[in-house]
Structure formats: C-alpha cells, structure tokens
C-alpha cells in the first residue's frame, strides 16, 4: 500500500513539473524599442544595449538655439516568439508640446518574430527655449507591456570651461516659472476706481557654481525685452521698468520689474524674452515666456458717496394689502432711487433683511423672506425698470413692525439702507377711521343748535294747540 501511495505521488509530481513546463514554454511576444539613425547611436542593434529604450525611457533633446529641426528614428522589434500585434497610429499624450510630432508611423502593424519596423519623431526646435515635452505613447498585445511610453524631454546645457552649464532659473513673486509658459499679472479696472499698474518682481538665479553674463536672446538691446506675439499689438501694455544686472555669480540672483498698464479693456499678452553667456564664453538660447494680463471697466457706481435712497410709500387703501394668523401684511414697492435714476444695468442684490417679505400667506401666497446675497449673481435682485436707470421690487412687511435691509451692487461692499426709508410704520390702528374729539367752541356750538331746535319744536306745537 504504502509503495502505490509512493508512487502515486511521484506521479503528481511528474505531471505537475510537465504541466509547469508546458506554460513556462508558452510562445508571446516581446515588444522592444530601439533609438537608431541618429548620429551617436548605432544603425543596428550590434551595438549592444545602449540604443535600446525600455518602456518609460526619457530621452533628453538639447536646445542649441541653432537648429531649426532634427529627427530622431525609432525601432519597434519583436524580441519574443510569438506575433506582436500593434495598435496604430502611435499618438502623443494629451498635454505634448506641439513642436514634438510622430513624423512617420510603422509601416507594419504585425510582427513576427525577431521582425522590426520603424517611426520618427521630429523636434521642430523654436529660435528659443521653450521646455517643450511629449510623450509616444506605443499600445500591443505584449503581455508584459500593453502600453509603453517613451518620453521626450527638451533642456539646455551648455558647455563652459570643459564642464556643463545649467540654464537660469525664472521665478515671479518667488513662484517658479517655465520657460515657454503663460504666465498672468492679474486684471487692471479702467475708470475711477483705476488702481494704477500693477507690477510684478521677477528673478533670475545661477544655479551654476560658475558665473554668467545676462545678454539680449531676442535681437534688442536690452537684457530683457517685450515682443509682439503673431500679429497681438496689445503687448505695448507691458513694460520693462527696470532692467537686472548683466552678471549672475556663482548661485547668486538678480530680479528685474515688469509693469502692466493697460489703457483699454480686453485680454492682453506679450512675449518676455532674455538670453545669457556662461564663464565659458558661449551663449545660451534665448529663453522667454509668454505674458497675459485683463483689463476691464470699474463697476459702475450705484450712488456717490456709495449711499441708495429708496422709496416706499405706506398705503392703508392698497388692495394688496393682507390679513393672515392674525397679521396684517401692508403691500409696498420698493423703489431705488426715491428721485432721479442711477446707472443703469446694475446688479442691486438684498443682503440682509427683517421684516420684510417678497410674498405673504394670502390669496394663496407663502410667506418667503428675500435669497441673501452672499456675492455677485446671487440672492434676491431689485429688478432694473427697463434700462431705467430706476429699480424697483414689491414686498410686505408686518403691522407696526420696522424693516431693515441692506443691499449690494454686485458682490460690493453692501450698504445698509436708512431706516427712515421705511417711514411712517404702518399699523392697522392708522388705518381704522376714528370720530374726533369737539374743541369747546365746537361743543357751545352744538349746544345752541340744540336750543334753537328744541324752541322750533316748540313754538311749532303751541301753534297747532292754539289753532286746534
């Protein structure tokens, strides 16, 4: 017995080492990407590894600022037993810088075994810097690598006393900055509330144990400049205020200033550009980023002095007036301004209130307080007559009860509304008729009417007694 249990189990473990077999010698496909063509680099892969990019290889593209373009060939080879099938065309991420492009695509979308074919990728390089990167993005069937990306990364080095030079760094307000970016100023009112330019402190750091000189990288005179992007005149709103130092030592900085005034509304942008020369004597590419600021019309002023008058006359006849649980609700319509207009189209939001209502719990009706505004284009809005200039809304409020308010133009500071706007208050006691008092010369006339009465009455009787 025991030796059939033996042999039972060396049987297992037979065909468990067989089956393993089996699966470890299962045929796929081995996607592999190769740089070739490009001076430096092998033709073939005879060369060994150092043309072979793995799935998440960055591949570093120097800026010189002298070549308008270069392209650089790529190799896709089954390195597996299988058929590699790809999914085409190759594409860039989303977010890729637009001088990066898939110059060809395969020309196969099958592979056999130990089979290649190939794509480019073309670096269309601007006359300056731009930290412009992409990303290939290569999709199959590899089991291992579904999805492999290859990176491409643009930077400038440059050479200086046989060692590399690091560009200068950007920084505004001590935010970095990167070259190629847009970066906005803000946003300038035009008008009376007009604050003035606004300015900005920008700073350029040597991050290099070497010193470096600062020089024009966009053909004018000074270190830094302003130029026109396409065919936008706006970036004569920019302004160089003052200039840096022409010399960055050793992990030293200089700043310089850049003012935005604009003199008309809309959207605003310029190019600022600047160039450099290491200790070694050679130039830098000139390295910019693009400017944008927004300039827009003041909030037209609701009153001067930022004061509202409001209107609103109590009427004990006015049929809306209403009776609910015991309350009387007396019917207004508040108007803005009491005499004269304002400007027109403003944004006139209620942003607080007591005793105040926008409806009542007669005919039918609820009784809502007003939406508070907490910004602009938000709460209950004192509506615009037309393009009036006068705004008007309707509302109750109790029986001799006082309502306050307070109001805002567009998300401005509110103004808290006088209380004697809503003057007299109104109670239903004013509006009951009462029989008034006699003063005493009323009363001694009432007296003698009554007396002269009363003899009428009299003489009038004894005349019919005589003649009857």
Known sequence: MRKS????????????????????????????????GQAGHGSTHNHGFSNLWPCGYEYYIIHTGTQSSRDFTMS????????????LPLTLSAG????????????????APNEETHFQVSYNAPATYNDADATVVIQSDDPNNPVCNIFFD????????????????????????????????GTVSLGSCTQGPITKTFTIRNPNSNSITLSSG??????????????????????????????????????????????????????LCFGYINSGGTSGAGLNINLSGMAENCPPSYASG?????????????????????????????????????????????????????????????????????????????????????????FWRPSGAQPTLSVSQGGMTPVVVDPTTFQPICTVEACTPSAPIPTMSEWGLLIFGLLV????VFFTYRRAAILG
């Open 5 to 36: 249990f033996t042999t039972i189990k060396s049987l297992i473990l037979l065909f468990t080492l067989f089956s393993v077999g089996i699966v470890s010698l299962t045929a796929q496909a081995n996607l592999t990407v190769w740089h070739v």
């Open 76 to 87: 896709i080879k089954n390195e597996g037993d299988a058929t590699l099938n790809l999914t």
């Open 96 to 111: 890729s810088h637009s001088d990066l492009t898939i110059l060809s695509q395969p020309t196969k979308s099958s592979l």
């Open 154 to 185: 643009v930077g400038v080095f440059t050479g200086g006393g046989g060692s590399s030079s690091t560009i200068p760094t950007l920084s505004c307000d001590n935010t970095p900055i990167s070259y190629g970016s847009t970066n906005n100023l």
């Open 218 to 271: 966009c053909g004018n005179a000074d270190i830094v400049s302003i130029d026109q992007i396409a065919t936008d005149p706006t970036f004569t709103d920019f302004t160089v205020t003052s200039q840096p130092s022409s010399t960055i030592v050793a992990n030293g900085s200089t700043t310089f200033t850049i003012s935005f005034n604009p003199t008309a509304v809309g959207t605003k942008n310029a190019l």
């Open 306 to 394: 930022n004061k509202l008058t409001f209107g609103d006359p109590c009427k004990c006849d006015d049929p809306l007036n209403c009776t609910s649980g015991g309350i009387t609700y007396f019917h207004d319509t508040l108007t803005a301004p009491a005499s004269g207009t304002l400007a027109s189209g403003l944004d006139l939001r209620i942003t607080s209130a007591s005793n105040f209502f926008i409806d009542v719990p007669c005919n039918g009706g609820t009784l809502m307080t007003p939406t508070l505004s907490t910004g602009a284009g938000n709460g209950t809005r004192i509506t615009e007559v037309g393009t009036s200039g006068v705004y008007k809304l309707e």
């Open 453 to 456: 009465l009363n003899l009428g």
